[in-house]
């Protein structure tokens, strides 16, 4: 059981290049979830699904897209990279909901420069 | 809006020295407290949940209280493997928003 599987692990961008991050999961989990986490900061909630064709905004929306074709994948797309988006991106599933606990990918390390 | 504080931002303690770490909460109706160990380089790992004022829960050396203003992790007798971040975190519904505190960095040496 691989559980959450983030790819890239680590990765530089130019200012005004675009990526996605990918983020595959294999314990059949309706509910998945993207989160920054910064320096001194808590983790922050960018984008969440709650089940394959359905995506809703988190906190901190700007600057991401996000998609959901199957259970398994939920990709992190970021356009025009701007050095506010370096950090740490985690992906998250659940079986039902946040009372039940996340489980977390290792993350991506994202630089923009 | 919710809000988590988590202290101290850091805590070393010697191996088999009990101690705890603090949790405060504000939230809008408290529907679930959760406590994450964090590696470093890795994602966090859930721990537990807390529903309710009064209620514990406990995993191998670690112990976790639930008041209404706070929760605590108790750590008895830790060990060197106990050293990580711990991350606090409240959710109190609506959409799928959960607060993250800043955590706690344990140290635990030999």
């Known amino acids: 059981n691989a559980g959450v599987t983030q790819t890239p692990k680590f990765r530089i961008l130019k200012i005004g290049q675009s990526m996605t991050l990918q983020c595959t999961q294999d314990?059949?989990?309706?509910?998945m979830y993207w989160y920054r986490q910064d320096p001194g900061m808590g983790l922050k909630l960018i984008y969440y699904s709650v089940g394959a064709g359905i995506t809703d905004k988190g906190e901190v929306p700007n600057g991401y897209n996000v998609s959901r074709s199957t259970t398994e994948d939920f990709p992190l797309r970021l356009e025009l990279a701007a050095p506010s988006q370096t950090s740490v991106y985690f992906c998250a599933s659940g079986d039902r909901g946040p009372l039940y606990g996340y489980t977390f990918g290792s993350g991506t390390r994202l630089t923009v420069v | 809006e919710d809000q988590v504080t988590q202290s101290p931002e850091a805590l070393r303690l010697q191996e088999g020295e009990s101690s705890s770490l603090n949790c405060s909460y504000t939230v809008s109706g408290l529907r679930g407290l959760f406590w994450y160990r964090q590696d470093p380089g890795k994602g966090p790992e859930f721990l537990f949940t807390l529903y309710s004022a009064g209620e514990e829960k406990e995993k191998e050396r670690l112990k976790a209280t639930l008041t209404k203003k706070e929760s605590f992790l108790h750590i008895t007798a830790p060990k060197p493997e106990d050293s990580a971040t711990y991350l606090c975190a409240v959710f109190s519904g609506g959409y799928q928003k959960v607060t993250f505190g800043t955590g706690t960095k344990l140290q635990v040496i030999p």
């Open positions: 314990m059949n989990h309706n509910y």
